[in-house]
């Protein structure tokens, strides 16, 4: 039951232009939603959250938009550097029951 | 300041054997999460602990346990291992849990990678 998807594996952009990343999940009682950058080898890095009650949260070069209506979560990065060139990871959390669940990634290579 | 710390980094069990990861959460934070993260997928949810007590359960057996400690560092234990076990087992900690503030914000730890043969 993958109740947070993302359907991208992988996303190629050149290196000064916009990456976006999305994401969908199933349930509506979600609190927060997170995205995680993960290198190889490292665990994964938390980047940015966004409250259910919110639709942007941004933090400099990164921005996420929530549609609730739409169960729709977008992680955009401007401008995109090779250094962010990883696996993002989209994360929904629970407050009842504690319970985390994550998509499966998607690959972003920034070309220079 | 010293991140999440997890041991082993890496561990080759046979099937039927049992195993012990450790974790040790950033200093400050009570409550420690444990994930599977099998290869192609992203972390699956197995337990979070917070002040020694077991808060939040992912759809994994019994075989599956843990525990933390009074200095909030935490065991992740498997018995009976299967092949399918096989995988990178993530440790998160965070400030606190549920709807305390930042509870959500986990830092992971590098992970360790068991392998059952």
């Known amino acids: 039951d993958q109740q947070v998807k993302q359907n991208s594996p992988s996303l190629s952009v050149q290196e000064g232009r916009i990456s976006i990343l999305n994401c969908d999940y199933t349930?509506?009682?979600?609190?927060?939603f997170l995205w995680y950058k993960k290198y190889p080898a490292e665990g994964p890095t938390f980047l940015i959250s966004?409250?259910?009650?919110?639709d942007k949260n941004e933090d400099g070069r990164f921005t996420v938009f929530l549609n609730k209506s739409a169960k729709h979560l977008s992680l955009h990065i401007v401008p995109s550097q090779p250094g962010d060139s990883a696996v993002y990871f989209c994360a929904a959390y629970r407050s009842t029951g504690n319970q985390f669940y994550f998509g499966t990634g998607t690959s972003l290579t920034v070309i220079p | 300041d010293a991140g999440v710390t997890q041991s082993p980094t890496h561990l080759i069990k046979t099937r039927g054997q049992q195993v012990t990861l450790r974790c040790s959460p950033i200093?400050?934070?009570?409550?420690v999460s444990w994930y599977q993260q099998v290869l192609g997928q992203g972390p699956q949810f197995i337990f979070q602990?917070?002040?020694?007590?077991?808060?939040g359960r992912g759809n994994f057996p019994d075989r599956f346990s843990a525990r933390q400690f009074p200095n909030y560092s935490s065991e992740l234990n498997v018995n009976a291992l299967l092949l399918g076990d096989s995988a990178l087992y993530l440790c998160?900690?965070?400030?606190?849990?549920?709807?305390?503030?930042?509870?959500?914000?986990?830092?992971f730890g590098p992970g360790t990678r068991l392998t059952v043969t």
């Open positions: 602990y917070y002040e020694k007590e077991e808060r």
């Open positions: 200093s400050g934070h009570k409550s």
């Open positions: 349930n509506s009682m979600f609190d927060y």
């Open positions: 966004i409250s259910s009650i919110k």
């Open positions: 998160a900690s965070s400030l606190g849990e549920g709807r305390q503030i930042y509870s959500y914000e986990q830092y």
